[in-house]
């Protein structure tokens, strides 16, 4: 491989920081990883209240807290490297990542009507969290070595969106739409910044403006066409569809200025809000803390993204600059359809907010994502 | 460093990440602007649906007031009863519904189908709605149920007062039921500010309908914390945000008193058998009523508590009308009874006195028509006493021939309460009818014939009377000439009993007869029953004296050859109707009673009894100092105590063979049966 050059330089320098332990302490970027520690303390807090009443779900904060055990030793084992083994063995993680995605339709486990996990001993993996990574990895490593400036054709996005539209296939298949959706918009932010030819862009929005009326009617199941036609109207049938949208608004929006009091919601302590250890629990977060609350986790959040973006924007070379812009993406638009939903502003999609949602497989994936982000930014300076 | 060439691309990015920034600032402005909505300029708003949300507003239903008889036996109670209910809302298509369903079905041991058919056709009403599975469950159930309960969500026993008439069919007609008040009856009672909700219970029939007010409690409410699945938070205070004023507790229904005797009641049902018929009890000397029941009957309760289409079609088909208050609902021409109106009428207008008699000879000419008189070969020399005794037509139509005209006869049944509504508080009261002149041709646009009015002296022709009002008027008759207004309620009291209100005589009216024309109609009257030549003889109480009147009433024209046909060969329906009214004791009279038995043939012997058994069960009950066995045995030494069975045949007492008198043409059509959903239409009558 072409790049196989750089390991020289890098061996280089990890031996220079034996000496310079100090100042290269200074030097790391504790930033992401503190914001992290942050938002995790915050979600294993809140899961405590949002778990405290159902019977089935107490207790679930002490796994959230062993995948955090977990996610700390991974991202150490994350730091140890530098960052191209990930350009090296990109391809390998992606295959790898797919057979399981294959294997969780194969042998998956049920629950709530989808096939969305794999047992792994005594735990759930769910491959398609790891997947959003694995092929925004893949994506870095694919148009690392291209020098287009003036723009992709279709012929050039082809290939790409074949490796995009592979994973998210099996995906939908699931079905998580929410995932998919994930993926295809990180694929789609990630190639307008590489930008994309406008004819090209034309016809693609043509295309999509006229094959979404069929998505609608043929490639949606029922309840998710209920959940669109309950975003556009919300009142339409408040105890049935609607319900979820208008529980969730009402609890957020209950929580006023400074909230009910922690444990004190009473949207998600009586049940009324539905999937409130997961997808919901922004609203649970909402209700008990407020405003105020709420804000401190939105600043929180935009923190982590601003800081995520000037790792990308220092970053010295294409692979890590599109690793991190990716990665960034990725919880971009995970923060901003959960929220968005939770809101009422967007229909109700099952996307989990990163580090507040219950759930292993996608605390393991924000924290791999946000180590990853700070081997790049500690390597910015090395040259 | 890195790759070569790819310092360009990457001055290149750096200058489109402008835009990345831009688009993240956007969606972070976004989402806090949204906050700011929902939190800050909403969040009111937002707390209160939260507050309603978790806050479940229940019903507790007050218990409606009692009613009691004179003597504070139980008549309608409440008592407990334990119903099943769905919350749709939690039962959504899944695997889960179909447990649930499955399992109830087995417990209440119903079909399944019939479950979701009881679903089905609540869908049109808001999920969180409870519906009614099934009413009525037995301990067993419940317990089964509540024990199952925590795995069946949106599973509910409602524990719910219920209205029992504690003697199922007796009096069903005066005491009534009660039903959930429906969509079309709301608006009406609403008007008048009495605030129903739908599926509350008002009362449909009878008293419970009449005095729904004073009945009526009023709804406390308690406020519970619930989850999103209905279940009611119990918790161990944490959480919990509601203080103890969460409970406004509710305010039963005043208690009846009725002017009923319930003993009377009984009596009368069990004379009564399962002939068809009415009977009223008023106490001559303030108009209470003593009893009251119209046959055959239905039991209440089965109403109050939903009754079945198959039981309500079963009583609506009844050909005997199960469903119609014959005491006020039904009027009948009343026969013979009729003749001591026409003795008092000659008596007063001064046409005829104590000395005056007339010869029968079976029958008059009057122009070319014969009236006939019941016993076809003459009654001989009568005087009025023994006119009244033998029930002699021919001497009634002379007397009436001697009046001005029909409307002195008129004048004398309208000054003893007939031909107008008693104004008692039921509803659906008919006035009956008395004819005259002005009526007639008002009516019929023709004028009186004289004849007629010899029909009319022998309450034939267009006369139609209620049993009320045939008891009322005997009543009048007995104390000298006072009409009171029959009630029924004695007194209200508060659920605690408390005395609130108390209800006294009301004149109607008052037209004191000549003692001696008392004297004459009520030594009439007592020979009917004491004297062997009365017509109902062989129905005389022994020690007391009790005085009435037969009557014998043809009801279908009747074709030439079974015109001396005996009466029990006709078809059930075309037999006559017999009356009898009559009061006791003779001198100061403490109950008048009249008994209308549908075709029964005789008078005699198809009403006389049952009024002779509620007569004899309440003197003995009210003064058994004189009219006990015992006393009476003392009082008369070596008189048998029952009366001898009299062989004399008095089949054809009574009867006028008489066709033309009878009209072929129903003078006011008969009232329709009372439809549970039609009461409405007569809810306006109710009381303020």
């Not at chain 2, 009377?264 to 029941?293: H, R």
Request: with cysteine; aromatic share 10%; proline share 5%.
């Amino acid at each position: 491989m072409k790049h196989s050059s750089m390991e020289t330089p890098e061996l280089g320098s990890s031996n220079l920081r034996l000496g310079m332990y100090d100042e290269e302490f200074k030097r790391f970027n504790w930033t992401l990883l503190v914001i992290e520690l942050l938002l995790v303390g915050i979600g294993i807090f809140n899961l405590m209240s949002a778990t405290a009443v159902q019977d089935k779900s107490l207790g679930l904060y002490k796994n959230q807290l062993l995948w955090f055990g977990i996610g700390l030793g991974l991202t150490a084992l994350v730091l140890l490297p530098h960052y191209s083994i990930l350009s090296r063995t990109a391809y390998f993680l992606y295959f790898a990542n797919l057979v399981l995605l294959v294997a969780v339709l194969l042998v998956g486990k049920s629950s709530l009507g989808a096939k969305r996990w794999i047992g792994f001993g005594g735990f759930r993996l769910q491959p398609s969290e790891f997947m959003k990574l694995s092929v925004v990895i893949c994506l870095a490593k694919y148009f690392e070595s291209d020098r287009t400036l003036e723009g992709y054709g279709f012929k050039d996005l082809l290939l790409p969106g074949l490796l995009v539209a592979i994973p998210a296939g099996l995906i939908i298949v699931q079905p998580d739409l929410g995932t998919a959706l994930i993926i295809l918009a990180t694929f789609a932010t990630m190639m307008l910044f590489l930008k994309v030819r406008t004819k090209t862009l034309l016809v693609i929005g043509l295309c999509a403006a006229i094959a979404l009326p069929m998505v609608y009617k043929v490639g949606l199941k029922p309840y998710q066409r209920q959940r669109l036609i309950s975003f556009l109207n919300p009142n339409a049938d408040p105890k049935g569809s609607g319900y979820n949208s208008i529980q969730s608004m009402i609890a957020v929006g209950s929580g006023q200025l400074t909230g009910k009091g922690y444990k004190k919601g009473t949207q998600s302590q009586l049940n009324f809000l539905p999937e409130h250890h997961t997808d919901f629990i922004f609203s649970v977060f909402s209700e008990e803390w407020g405003f105020i609350g709420s804000l401190t986790l939105l600043f929180l959040y935009m923190g982590l993204l601003i800081n995520g973006l000037s790792v990308a924007y220092q970053s010295h070379d294409k692979f890590g600059l599109l690793l991190s812009l990716g990665i960034v993406t990725i919880f971009f638009w995970h923060i901003i359809v959960n929220m968005g939903m939770v809101m009422g502003l967007l229909p109700i999609v099952g996307v989990p907010l990163p580090f507040l949602s219950y759930g292993g497989s996608s605390l393991l994936t924000s924290i791999l994502c946000i180590a990853i982000l700070t081997n790049v930014a500690n390597k910015k300076f090395m040259f | 460093m890195a790759f070569l060439g790819q310092e360009e691309q990457i001055r290149e990015f750096q200058d489109r990440f402008r835009y990345v920034y831009a688009i993240v600032f956007i969606a972070g402005a976004l989402l806090t602007s949204r906050l700011v909505y929902l939190q800050v300029l909403t969040g009111d708003k937002m707390r209160q649906y939260s507050e309603e949300n978790r806050i479940k507003r229940v019903k507790i239903t007050a218990p409606r007031g009692m009613i009691f008889d004179r003597d504070r036996t139980l008549l309608i109670d409440n008592r407990p009863a334990y119903d099943l209910e769905i919350i749709p809302q939690y039962l959504k298509e899944s695997k889960q519904t179909v447990q649930v369903i499955g399992v109830l079905a087995k417990i209440l041991r119903m079909p399944e189908s019939k479950i979701y058919e009881i679903l089905q056709k609540a869908k049109s009403q808001p999920s969180f709605m409870p519906v009614k599975i099934k009413t009525d469950l037995t301990r067993d159930e419940v317990a089964t149920v509540e024990s199952w309960k925590i795995s069946m969500p949106g599973i509910d026993v409602r524990e719910e007062i219920k209205r029992t008439n504690i003697y199922g069919d007796v009096a069903a007609h005066l005491l009534g039921y009660i039903g959930e008040v429906n969509a079309t009856e709301l608006p009406s009672f609403n008007k008048k500010g009495l605030k129903y909700k739908l599926g509350d219970n008002i009362g449909k029939f009878g008293l419970e309908q009449r005095l729904e007010n004073i009945l009526r409690g009023i709804d406390g409410e308690e406020l519970k914390e619930v989850d999103a699945l209905g279940r009611v938070k119990l918790g161990q205070g944490k959480g919990r945000v509601l203080d103890a004023n969460s409970i406004k507790a509710a305010k039963p229904g005043k208690n009846l008193v009725l002017t009923i005797d319930q003993d009377l009641q009984l009596a009368a049902a069990t004379a009564f058998g399962d002939k068809s018929g009415s009977v009223v009890a008023v106490d001559p000397n303030s108009g209470e009523i003593l009893a009251m029941l119209s046959r055959p009957s239905f039991d209440p309760t089965e109403f109050s508590r939903g009754i079945s289409s198959a039981q309500w079609n079963k009583l609506i088909n009844n050909e005997n009308h199960p469903l119609r208050d014959k005491t006020i609902q039904d009027h009948y021409s009343p026969g013979s009874v009729f003749k001591t109106v026409t003795a008092i009428a000659g008596l007063e207008e001064g046409v005829i006195d104590e000395k005056s008699t007339i010869r029968c000879t079976g029958s008059i000419r009057v122009g070319n028509r014969v009236y006939h008189c019941w016993q076809k070969h003459g009654h001989g020399e009568l005087n009025v006493i023994s006119a009244l005794t033998q029930s002699c037509d021919v001497f009634f139509y002379r007397v009436s021939q001697k009046l001005k005209s029909v409307d002195d006869l008129a004048k004398w049944a309208f000054h003893l309460g007939l031909g107008a509504k008693t104004g008692i508080n039921m509803s659906r009261e008919v006035s009956g009818l008395i004819p005259t002149e002005e009526w007639k041709k008002k009516r019929f646009n023709q004028p009186w014939n004289p004849g007629e009015t010899l029909s009319v002296a022998i309450g034939q022709s267009f006369v139609l009377t209620t049993a009320l009002q045939l008891a009322n008027m005997y009543a009048a008759i007995g104390n000298g000439g006072t009409v009171y207004r029959p009630f029924l309620v004695k007194a209200i009291e508060s659920f605690d009993g408390n005395l609130l209100e108390q209800f006294k005589p009301e004149i109607l009216g008052r037209h004191d007869l000549k003692p001696l024309t008392v004297e004459l109609v009520k030594q009439g009257l007592w020979g009917v029953i004491n004297s062997p030549r009365g017509t109902a003889y062989h129905q005389r109480i022994p020690g007391a004296d009790f005085a009435g009147k037969t009557g014998t009433v043809q009801i279908m024209r009747l074709s030439a050859d079974k015109i001396y046909q005996k009466c029990e060969t006709f078809k059930f329906r075309e037999r006559h109707n017999g009356v009898f009214v009559g009061f006791a004791p003779l001198k100061d009279p403490q109950i008048a009673v009249a008994v209308i038995g549908e075709h029964v043939c005789h008078g005699s012997t198809g009403a006389a009894p049952i009024a002779r058994a509620i007569i004899k069960t309440y003197l003995e009950k009210k003064f058994p100092d004189l009219y006990s066995e015992k006393a009476v045995a003392a009082r008369l030494k070596g008189v048998p105590l029952n009366p001898p069975p009299v062989a004399v045949e008095r089949d054809e007492e009574d009867i006028i063979i008489d066709n033309d008198s009878i009209p072929s043409v129903p003078i006011a059509p008969p009232p329709l049966p009372p439809l549970p959903e039609g009461i409405e239409k007569d809810s306006s009558e109710l009381d303020d």
